[in-house]
């Protein structure tokens, strides 16, 4: 059973485009919801970390959201450049107990 | 400085044998967890402790067997390995057990032959 599940799998689009990624979750009783990037070969990086009592965070040209009510979160990036190209994931966290999405690989087209 | 910091980055290995890969962070992090990454990419924990003590243990075979000799480590031993354990292992640490923010080592790429 995917607990949390990220679409689109692959998304590539052109320099300066504003681009949103979607995360879904089965479980509403979630104590944060986090997005992170993984460069290829590289580890994980925490891009923003939403607790369950907030609906958004925002840094730099990321914002993520979340409606635990519909079991969603997004990550919307703003003017997207080459250097954004990368797989984003989101997990949510319950208890000491992250699930990760497959993640969505992003590739920006100078 | 590296917050959180595993060896080695990568190990080739025979089936059959034993390794270890070791984590430390330097965070002052209450919990840390391993994670393994399969060739889809896909993330499942493993293992979870919260001041030296077990927390999470999925399904993982006892063949993987987590060791903490104090708060700033988590060390995983693996015996007889097999060829479906090649993956890229993480470790992450949080500060405390039930809400914080996953800090990330670089992984641990497993091959076994």
């Known amino acids: 059973k995917q607990e949390v599940t990220q679409i689109p799998a692959a998304l590539s689009v052109p320099e300066g485009e504003n681009l949103v990624l979607n995360c879904s979750f089965t479980?509403?009783?979630?104590?944060?919801l986090q997005w992170f990037r993984q460069d290829p070969g590289k580890g994980l990086t925490s891009l923003l970390l939403i607790q369950s009592s907030q609906r958004e965070q925002t840094s730099g040209r990321l914002n993520a959201s979340l409606d635990k009510s519909s079991g969603r979160s997004t990550l919307y990036i703003a003017a997207s450049q080459p250097g954004d190209s990368a797989t984003y994931l989101c997990a949510r966290g319950n208890n000491n107990d992250m699930r990760f999405g497959a993640g969505t690989r992003l590739t920006v087209k100078p | 400085d590296t917050a959180v910091s595993q060896t080695p980055k990568y190990l080739v290995t025979q089936m059959g044998n034993d390794k270890s890969i070791k984590c430390e962070q330097n965070?002052?992090?209450?919990?840390m967890y391993w994670y393994k990454q399969d060739s889809k990419k896909f993330l499942k924990i493993m293992f979870s402790y919260n001041n030296k003590e077990l927390i999470i243990n999925e399904t993982v075979p006892n063949r993987f067997s987590p060791k903490s000799p104090d708060k700033a480590h988590l060390n995983l031993h693996i015996n007889s390995l097999e060829l479906g354990d090649s993956a890229v292992y993480f470790c992450a640490s949080s500060q405390r057990f039930d809400d914080g923010e996953l800090f990330f080592g670089e992984g641990s790429r497993l091959t076994v032959l």
């Open positions: 479980d509403s009783a979630i104590y944060n």
């Open positions: 965070l002052g992090h209450d919990t």
